[in-house]
């Protein structure tokens, strides 16, 4: 089975700081990751996936992500917040090796990013 | 379209009441998938349909949900009898076919703006 676990409800942080938003995942095998951003009365925006290869992602609006498949786990990551980054951050987890080849990605609860002015 | 589709946009219902959602995927998307976000709550599979293949229900929360979908086209999210607790925004996704390799975008599902249905 997979699963994703975001351990923190909310984030805060000043505007010019860097910021992390954490994740940690469970799967059988190598686990193919997401991270999605959804501002306030909008859909899920797709941020940047690990699927293989660098353990260092990046993806839109200057967001990047580590895997470490040690710690199992696939933190978000920018450099330098900006308040406009304030948002619901999710994290998804695939298992590519699910019997019957499963292409339902499990998605974690949320974490809500607050960058203050 | 350049992106999902979905509609309506917001809908209020009235308890007992049957309610249709529907989903128009990007075009050329073999799966799509249904989810639900109740208020402050993360993401809910409820169903997911890959071209002409029977849909996986596992997600679906009771038989007054039911979803079609017509081979790579439009799919339409039906609750009969809604309930208070069906609250939600329901979010519909598409993703390509798989393709060779494992950089490709059939890895990736890219979500519509949803359709927020409160029953009053």
């Known amino acids: 089975a997979q699963s994703v676990a975001q351990p923190e409800d909310q984030v805060n942080v000043a505007e010019g700081n860097p910021l992390t938003v954490k994740c940690t995942y469970s799967?059988?095998?190598?686990?193919?990751l997401f991270w999605y951003v959804q501002y306030p009365n909008r859909g899920l925006q797709f941020l940047l996936k690990?699927?293989?290869?660098?353990?260092l992602v990046k993806g839109s609006y200057g967001f990047e992500a580590e895997f470490n498949k040690s710690q199992t786990s696939f933190h978000l990551k920018k450099p330098s917040a900006l308040v406009s980054d304030s948002a619901l951050y999710f994290c998804a987890v695939r298992d590519p090796h699910a019997s019957g080849g499963s292409y339902i990605p499990t998605f974690g609860r949320g974490t809500s990013l607050i960058v203050h002015p | 379209g350049a992106g999902v589709s979905q509609s309506p946009s917001n809908k209020v219902t009235e308890k007992g009441k049957d309610v249709e959602l529907r989903c128009d995927p990007i075009s050329g998307h073999t799966a799509l998938y249904w989810y639900r976000q109740r208020l402050g709550q993360g993401l809910e599979f409820l169903i997911y349909?890959?071209?002409?293949?029977?849909?996986?229900k596992s997600g679906l929360p009771s038989d007054r949900f039911s979803a079609e979908r017509t081979g790579e086209s439009v799919s339409t999210l039906t609750i009969q009898r809604t309930q208070q607790e069906d609250s939600a925004v329901y979010l519909c996704?598409?993703?390509?076919?798989?393709?060779?390799?494992?950089?490709?975008?059939?890895?990736?599902?890219?979500f519509g703006e949803g359709s927020w249905l409160t029953v009053v």
């Open positions: 349909f890959q071209g002409n293949s029977a849909p996986d």
């Open positions: 690990y699927i293989t290869g660098d353990n």
């Open positions: 996704a598409s993703r390509p076919a798989p393709g060779q390799g494992a950089f490709s975008s059939g890895n990736t599902i890219y």
């Open positions: 799967v059988s095998g190598n686990p193919y």
